[in-house]
Structure formats: structure tokens, C-alpha cells
């Protein structure tokens, strides 16, 4: 039911987004020429840049990447958005996508009721909302790490989620 799946944002603009979600879901979607993102830089190496909208929320960017059309990205994120339960939701982050420790230590400090962090990095660990999980290699630094989904050895997510 959330308007996220299948899209990525940057680390410190998804800080942002979760920040003041309300105000980001009710303002209005820009699409952008990918060529033009302020994070172009780290992701001109991903051979699928360029080949999916992007778009900008206020003045933070969303990568839609499992969408083909703006189209499919306006009907998809608005049908959603009426969908979110927000007394049962959970806020996820992860180390992929340009996060620094800063961002980790932002997620921390964010005054959510749900949320879960997933890590492959040791140093982060400290942190109340991190989760050490094991990853599989990644040759591109943009994508860390990757997110466990059901029955994992460091969490269960759908025991979490279904116990929010």
C-alpha cells in the first residue's frame, strides 16, 4: 500500500521526505529530465539511468525506477497515497543509495513510532533502529546493501509488520 514501492530516493532527500511526509505527499510532482538531477553524478554509471522518470517532490528527487511512463508514476503514487494506513505503518531505511552515517543518525533521531534500519555495515550498529544484516556483494556503491524480505536470521519482516 505504499506509495513507494518500486522507486528509490536518495539517502538524506528520503530523510527529508519521512521528515515531513504529509506535506511532501500533498505537493505537487515535476518530472525532470534525468540528465538534470542534482545526483547525476552518482548515478551516470547505472546503465538504466535515464531510462525511467524522475521526479521532484519540493526539492527533493524521486527515481521511479520499475516505471515505464509518468503516467504509470501519477496514477500509481496517487492511488496509494489514499491508501496508507497511518496508524499502521513502518518507515525503512537502509544504507544503499548515498547513505552516510549522518543519515543513519537523522533516521535515529526521527520521532517515529515504526521504523527499522537495515545495515551491512558494522559501525552502524549502534543505533536502535539498525538491524546487521548479511549482503551479497555489490559492485555498484550506489546499492550497498540490499533489504531482507519474509523470514530472515536478522528480523522477520512480515512478523513486524504484521504485529505494528
Not at 530516493?9 to 519521512?18: C, N, R
Not at 506535506?23 to 525511467?52: A, Q, R
Not at 533489504?147 to 528480523?155: I, L, Q, S, T, W
Request: net charge neutral; hydrophobic share 35%.
Amino acid at each position: 500500500q505504499s506509495p513507494t514501492i518500486g522507486l528509490f530516493f536518495m539517502a538524506s532527500d528520503y530523510i527529508k521526505f519521512i521528515s515531513n511526509i504529509h506535506s511532501y505527499l500533498e505537493s505537487d510532482m515535476v518530472f525532470i529530465d534525468p540528465m538534470t538531477s542534482k545526483y547525476l553524478d552518482l548515478l551516470k554509471n547505472d546503465k538504466f539511468y535515464g531510462t525511467y522518470p524522475v521526479a521532484k517532490l519540493n526539492d527533493i528527487e524521486i527515481f521511479f525506477m520499475h516505471y515505464t511512463s509518468k503516467e504509470q508514476v501519477i496514477k500509481k503514487w496517487n492511488r496509494r497515497i489514499k491508501r496508507i494506513n497511518w496508524d499502521h505503518i513502518l518507515y525503512k531505511f537502509n544504507d544503499q543509495n548515498g547513505c552516510t552515517e549522518e543519515d543513519i543518525q537523522n533516521f535515529e533521531m526521527l520521532p517515529l513510532k515504526h521504523k527499522i534500519c537495515f545495515t551491512v555495515n558494522e559501525d552502524y550498529e549502534k543505533y536502535s533502529s539498525v538491524i546487521k544484516i548479511h549482503s551479497p556483494k555489490r559492485h555498484n556503491f550506489i546499492h550497498a546493501s540490499y533489504e531482507p524480505f519474509g523470514n530472515n536470521k536478522a528480523v522477520d519482516i512480515n512478523k513486524l509488520i504484521n504485529d505494528l
